[in-house]
């Protein structure tokens, strides 16, 4: 059986936030729009197929843009169907630095990758690995404006909501308890709730550290 898509005229993610032109293309409201529709995606993939679809290997190589800047998750060649009946595991597949540790929603660690990608401009492994290191203190005092892919210019107060949201819900996404995860039907919903006040000032005084 073959899966055809639709030519996607933008490439891969991957591919635009490496290029610098095609980044600054994916603006603050850009970035957020496309977290948003990865979640959908495998929210949809994980609750809504009959059987559920792990798709274990989410990287940004992975998710095609069109001429619009959409997101689509494309690459199944490493996705599972899974039997909920059944006690059986799969072995793992995926790309290196989006695995999750553990096998368990290791989708839903991906995303977190993925969307912490998407904000930062680039791969967060370095960052991951000093977060679970002697340095963890240290890192979870920086403030959220310094992981901020420096290209883009400043966001607004609207876009700081959206970034501090996607930054949230990214790191809860990399926790290392994978039961502590949350499902990505919860995440999708989250992502559709109408945005409210900020409880947090904003990303120039909000530490990682108050959003884990």
Known sequence: MFLI??????????????????????????RVAIV????????????????????????????????????????FGASRLLNPDSSN??????TYGYIAPVIEKCDVYSFG???????????????LSLVTSSRARYMRSKMLIELLDKRLPHPTRRQE???ILVL?????????????????????????QTPRTLTIDSIYTTSIEDVC
């Not at 993925?114 to 967060?124: D, E, F, N, R």
């Open 5 to 30: 898509n639709e030519y996607m005229e933008r490439g891969s993610l991957f591919c635009a936030l490496r290029d610098d032109t095609q980044a600054l293309e994916l603006y603050w409201s850009k």
């Open 36 to 75: 948003k529709s990865i979640a959908h995606a495998l929210s949809y993939m994980h609750h809504d197929c009959t059987p559920p679809i792990v798709h274990r290997d989410i990287s940004s190589n992975n998710i095609l843009l069109n001429s619009e800047m959409e997101a689509f998750v494309a690459d």
């Open 89 to 94: 595991r799969t072995m793992v597949a995926g």
């Open 113 to 127: 990758v993925v969307a912490l990608k998407i904000i930062t401009g680039s791969h967060p492994g370095d960052f």
């Open 161 to 163: 909501h959206d970034i």
């Open 168 to 192: 949230s819900k990214a790191f809860a996404c990399l926790c290392s308890n994978p039961k502590s995860r949350p499902s990505m039907l919860t995440l999708s919903l989250e992502f559709l």
